[in-house]
């Protein structure tokens, strides 16, 4: 079985200060692991995926997620937030099927 | 430049209606998904198709039906519509497959059950 926890529901910053979403995830295989982003009354658009080539994977928008098996983490990060960074986020583990997390809605503050 | 389509951005019906979602996709993908979207609880899996005429249960298949009579096309249909249908729906689409196939996803249908 898998599944995936997304640590906050809400997470809120100031532009210009850095970003970090939090995911945990669980697997009995080598789970493919995945961040999407929503706009709102948007679809879904892929930010990045870890395809087990590296543990840092860095992605669209300055985005980058770092795989820590150890700790079953898949946290996504960026060093500075942007106006257009406001969105809800998804966090999905994939070992057969996509599991989707809640959600994160990130607001960012001028 | 790769597109999911969906046959409406917003829809509203009456309790007892049949709704048919249409999805239409253009990158000649084997997989085509059905999700719906609810605060938070994420994205949960109606149905998927691996290939045409083909289907299988996702998470909360119950009161939905598919239909794939084409590789492009994949239809949802609500056969009565209830008023704990009221939901964001979204279809994708993929590469056959597990692994690091990512999914393509529609703009998403807003369907309100009145």
């Known amino acids: ?110 | 430049d790769v597109k999911v389509t969906q046959s409406s951005r917003y829809l509203v019906k009456r309790t007892g209606e049949k709704v048919f979602l249409e999805c239409v996709q253009d990158m000649d993908h084997e997989n085509m998904f059905w999700y719906r979207q609810d605060p938070g609880l994420g994205l949960r899996l109606i149905y998927f198709s691996y290939d045409v005429k083909m289907k299988e249960k996702g998470d909360i298949p119950e009161g939905y039906s598919v239909s794939r009579e084409k590789k492009e096309r994949f239809s949802l249909i609500l056969e009565s519509a209830s008023t704990n249908q009221t939901s964001m729906y979204l279809c994708a689409s993929s590469f056959f497959g597990t692994g690091y196939n990512e999914q393509f996803f529609g703009p998403g249908t807003r369907l309100t059950v009145l």
Request: contains cysteine.
């Open chain 1, 1 to 110: 079985a898998q599944s995936v926890t997304q640590l906050d529901s809400h997470v809120s910053v100031s532009e210009g200060t850095p970003v970090l979403l939090r995911c945990n995830y669980s697997s009995s295989y080598s789970p493919s692991l995945f961040w999407y982003v929503q706009h709102p009354n948007k679809g879904l658009q892929l930010l990045l995926k870890y395809t087990s080539a590296a543990t840092l994977v860095k992605g669209i928008n300055g985005f980058e997620a770092e795989f820590k098996k150890s700790e079953t983490s898949f946290h996504l990060t960026k060093p500075s937030a942007h106006m257009s960074d406001a969105a809800e986020y998804f966090c999905v583990v994939r070992s057969g099927d996509m599991r989707f997390g809640a959600g994160t809605r990130l607001t960012v503050k001028p």
